[in-house]
């Protein structure tokens, strides 16, 4: 009897084949990866036990070479992490870009390095042994952006040596799951961090390219670029060895254990040139969080590395490599003997059947884990006491019971303190989970050395020297500065305030004093973060020599832009003449504003023009005995590129009507000069007889541009506004009319009482069922339209009615008395008297301008002027006097 087919033996005998097949090329890798000539150390990033078993390596082989995994032009840079204090980022930077799209503009390349890591301990260990080189032999920062895909503009690039991630979500998820752990930095902690710490160098190493060699193969995008890099890598190694005639068993290559298990390692790049662009290469501070966001890892997780890099140290006994001190030539205690290329034992087997063996409960290190996170919650506003300290105890350890653990981590911990203290608000700025990763090493910022920065960086605390402040601490100090007393600090506030242009707002903060156009401090009161913005004054380093030198170009390159308008080069302007002092470069930059505006071909920057325009030309006449060629030119341009522009601006719905007010500011409160520089009046004229709005806002705005030309009397505008208050269909609109007139305020203050009387209008004459839906809509249109100009009219109010209750009953607003023909005797004779009689049709001039609607006769006069001479008779006479005496 035949034995019966099963018909899925074909596909398990396939999928086991694969299966073989795939664990096999693992086994394949790490022997490939322990045959090579130059001795592979695979790491992984910031990890302490990479960093152990680098110390360990590298006290037992002394090595006369290593190559490191890090862009090869940063070579120079290594030597300035002498005066730094960790962690720090190597940093390539350019802003004139030759080679690469325009919008990637600046480039950056940001490599962190903290103590507890590998490449850290090769490092020191190189640059402090004597006859120990060190090559980096990664692509330089420029091939990194020529390796770059075109397609949309990169950030900036953070180098990742050794960083081991899986690319396969499905297996991190996998491994997440099945180790009941939140985040991988967790995961990597308790199944390879802490089970390497203490092994030997060959278990370390295999251990370390099979992960990598695991990883590499599940990635799903392909390891093209990866591979290339290997090349680069590889080739750059031999091209070394055959420079030098090195041995490479005395060599040591220091790289991801991604790459360590490479099929590439015998293969040859043609290396591509480099572009024109100009790198400058330096140190900035760097951070536990920012290394965290850069390589996703969890928030804490390399507090806690560090943690336990100082733990590991302390219990092995081993002395790290730092740099700065003399070197170490005698190893603190005994290892292994060093391996041979090519007959390494199987440590692996081992090391994976067997359960890790991880250190013994420390129990009193728990215990003041707890005892220190209920100090730091009470001092943080939390209501914890010794109860919640015997909480979180009791729930590490159930945590890490629950978890597989025969002793609470960190991260058990950090959840256990939060569970306990937490509770259900945040009483301060920090919660708990942050006041664990303080507890534990905290965020630790480092810094760069005086020696190590750049020159502009050097010369900004040279010259704030003066202030006996001492800078380069982290704290916040404050600098008072006397500037009657000691006119010698001038300089200083004068770059105090420089910085404060440049830097970040909380870098450099004014408590007192103010730098504007024709304002002069007398006393200064300064708080200064200089240290904690140390990076951002390196990056200014970057762009010139000195803080006066970045401003200019920065300055330039704004009004250069293509997005540059004549508002934003008026700014540049004023920031010239603040800053800068140079006549030269101011008057480049006012000649850029006329270029921009006149090209402009909409007015949507039209307010903030009028009010730099205004202020510069108030500079100009108080400082300077004639007006810059530029500014004329400017006034000019703008009066006749804002006529050309009006009748548009009126009809066009895109344009407001803040906007069409701004125009007609600018070219009524500065006529005068535009004329006189030989403008034509009739140009604005024609505009004006040409603009017909629509929107109930711009028709007032038009109204009292034609008022002001002479195109309409007071009585006719006042006409117009009885006919809308009268029209019960346009009275809902009467809000937006009242906002033009608002708005014409900014080219006709003389306006403002009759705005005042229009709103005193509307309120004593619409019902209450009209005027209480009313009111919201005014209140809203004048804020959001007219908010700086309300101000006036509230004086203007408090000038028209009564200060006092009992004025009120009595109280006859000026335009009632107009409207009924109070009548104002004035004696026919005396000189005001024989003035008005000889010139009427001055009087009648006067009062159209003045607003008032009768004209002012001698006897029995009505009318505004009447009343005020009648009232001030001395005044007229002495004025009349003047006037006769001259003629």
């Not at 870009?97 to 590998?118: H, K, N, Q, R, Y």
């Not at 004597?130 to 032999?137: K, R, T």
């Not at 006119?487 to 910085?499: D, F, Q, Y």
Request: proline share 7%; with cysteine; hydrophobic share 40%.
């Amino acid at each position: 009897m035949s034995a019966v087919v099963n018909p899925f033996d074909p596909l398990r005998e396939q999928l086991a084949s694969a299966a073989a097949a795939f664990g096999a090329g693992l086994v394949d890798d790490v022997e490939q990866a322990l045959k090579t000539d130059v001795e592979i150390f695979p790491v992984c990033h910031h990890s302490p036990a990479s960093a152990l078993a680098m110390v360990r390596r590298l006290r037992e082989k002394r090595p006369k070479v290593i190559y490191l995994e890090l862009c090869e032009d940063l070579r120079p840079v290594l030597e300035e992490l002498r005066n730094c204090r960790l962690p720090v980022a190597l940093q390539a930077f350019a802003s004139d870009i030759d080679g690469f799209p325009a919008e990637w503009a600046p480039l950056s390349v940001i490599a962190p390095i903290t103590e507890s890591s590998a490449e850290y301990q090769a490092i020191a260990y190189a640059l402090d042994t004597p006859g120990v080189e060190i090559v980096l032999v990664d692509r330089s920062v420029d091939h990194v952006f020529q390796w770059e895909p075109r397609a949309g503009a990169p950030a900036d690039v953070g180098i990742e040596i050794g960083d081991l991630r899986p690319g396969f979500a499905a297996l991190e998820e996998h491994l997440l799951h099945h180790g009941k752990v939140r985040h991988w930095s967790e995961w990597w902690d308790q199944y390879v961090e802490q089970p390497l710490s203490g092994a030997d160098h060959d278990t370390y190493r295999q251990v370390m390219v099979l992960i990598g060699s695991l990883f590499r193969r599940l990635k799903p995008e392909g390891n093209e670029v990866d591979e290339d890099r290997e090349r680069y890598m590889w080739t750059r190694m031999r091209e070394h060895l055959a420079t030098t005639g090195t041995d490479p068993a005395e060599c040591l290559y220091v790289c991801g254990a991604f790459h360590a298990a490479s099929p590439v390692m015998g293969e040859h790049l043609d290396i591509s040139p480099r572009t024109s662009t100009t790198w400058l290469y330096g140190l900035i501070p760097s951070s536990h969080s920012a290394i965290e966001e850069q390589f996703g890892l969890a928030p804490g997780s390399v507090s806690i590395a560090a943690a336990t890099w100082r733990k590991a140290v302390k219990r092995t006994g081993l002395t790290p490599y730092t740099l700065g001190g003399k070197a170490t030539r005698t190893a603190t205690r005994t290892g292994p003997p060093p391996s041979t290329p090519g007959v390494t034992e199987d440590r692996l087997s081992g090391f994976l059947t067997q359960p890790p063996s991880l250190d013994g409960f420390d129990e009193a290190e728990l215990l003041g884990w707890c005892v220190e996170i209920v100090r730091l919650a009470r001092r943080n506003g939390y209501l914890a006491s010794t109860a919640d300290a015997i909480a979180v105890f009791e729930t590490s350890i159930l945590l890490a019971g629950m978890r597989g653990r025969k002793r609470p981590t960190p991260y058990d911990f950090q959840d256990a303190a939060v569970t306990c203290i937490e509770k259900d608000a945040v009483p301060g700025r920090r919660d708990v989970r942050r006041l664990c990763e303080i507890l534990l090493g905290g965020d630790k910022i480092g810094q760069v050395g005086y020696d190590s920065l750049p020159p502009l960086a050097r010369d900004v605390l040279d010259r704030l020297r003066p202030l006996g402040l001492d800078l380069e601490k982290r704290t916040i100090q404050r600098a008072l500065i006397d500037l009657d007393a000691h006119p010698e600090l001038e300089s200083c506030s004068h770059l105090l305030w420089i910085l404060r242009r440049l830097l970040p707002g909380d870098a450099v903060r004014p408590i007192m004093g103010s730098r504007r156009l024709g304002e002069r401090s007398h006393q200064e009161s300064w708080d200064l973060a200089i240290a904690r913005n140390q990076r951002s004054i390196i990056e200014l380093g970057y762009e010139g020599v000195t803080i006066e030198q970045v401003l200019e170009q920065r300055l330039r390159r704004a009004c250069w832009d293509e997005k540059a308008t004549a508002a934003t080069a008026l700014d540049a302007v004023e920031d010239s003449i603040l800053y800068l002092g140079s006549r030269r470069c101011t008057d480049e930059l006012g000649v850029r504003a006329v270029e921009l505006l006149a090209g402009e071909r909409t007015v949507d920057e039209a307010p903030d023009v009028v009010r730099r325009i205004r202020r510069l030309l108030a500079h100009y006449r108080a400082a300077e005995p004639e007006l810059p060629a530029w500014v004329k030119s400017f006034v000019t341009t703008g009066y006749a590129h804002y006529c050309t522009l009006l009748p548009t601006a009126f009809v066009e719905q895109e344009t407001s009507v803040r906007q069409v007010g701004a125009m007609l500011a600018f070219l009524f409160t500065m006529e005068g000069l535009a004329l006189s520089l030989g403008c034509d009046r009739a140009q604005l004229e024609l505009a004006v007889q040409q603009s017909h709005p629509e929107s109930p806002a711009k028709v007032a705005l038009l109204w009292t541009a034609r008022f002001q030309l002479g195109l309409l009397s007071m009585a006719e505008l006042r006409e117009k506004v009885g006919e809308l208050l009268g029209n019960p269909l346009v009275v809902p609109s009467v809000p937006q009319y009242i906002s033009g007139f608002v708005q014409a305020l900014e080219s006709a203050p003389a306006l403002a009482p009759f705005v005042v009387e229009v709103l005193s209008r509307a309120f004593g004459q619409l019902p209450d069922d009209v005027l209480l839906p009313w009111l919201p809509k005014l209140i809203t249109t004048l804020r959001d339209q007219a908010p700086e100009l309300v101000p006036m009219l509230v004086r203007e109010a408090g000038r028209t009615f009564p200060a006092r209750l009992a004025d009120v009953d009595s109280f006859t607003p000026p335009w009632l008395a107009r409207a009924t023909g109070k009548a104002v005797a004035l004696p026919s004779s005396g000189p005001v008297g024989r003035l008005l009689a000889v010139h009427p049709e001055t009087g009648a001039a006067v009062a159209e301008v003045l607003g008032c609607e009768a004209a002012v006769t001698i006897a029995g006069a009505s009318g505004e002027v009447a009343e005020l001479l009648a009232s001030h008779p001395e005044t007229g006479e002495a004025v009349a006097g003047v006037l006769i005496a001259v003629n």
